[in-house]
Nanobody
């Protein structure tokens, strides 16, 4: 039922910036906790940044101070502003509800590649 569409990924040089966007549908967006996740081959999918229905944010240690998550309830979207990108940030990035993540329901994601 939940539908998410991620966009904004691409190729960027180390130190550069990208802004990812996610449009959600099929849910009452305002009541869901949302997050950005990423996955690299050989590694567990990890929560990069989360934002609760009330707007409280949290970040993984590896991205704190560099990434900012936000939500626009009127548009049912979340965004991830990524600054000072590092090669180790290279991954497929996914947005999801917290409940969707626990159920293993994922969209197509968007590829972020940080390389010189």
């Amino acid at each position: 039922q939940v539908q998410v569409v991620e966009s904004g990924g691409g190729l960027v040089q180390p130190g550069g910036s990208l802004r990812l966007s996610c449009k959600a549908s099929g849910i009452i967006f305002t009541i869901y906790h949302m997050g950005w996740y990423r996955q690299t081959p050989g590694k567990e999918r990890e929560l990069v940044a989360g934002i609760t229905a009330g707007g409280s944010t949290s970040y993984g240690d590896s991205v704190k101070g560099r990434f900012t998550i936000s939500r626009d309830n009127a548009k049912s979207t979340i965004s991830l502003q990524m600054n000072s990108l590092k090669p180790e940030d290279t991954a497929v990035y996914y947005c999801n509800t917290f409940s969707g993540a626990t159920k293993g329901a994922w969209g197509q994601g968007t590829q972020v590649t940080v390389s010189s």
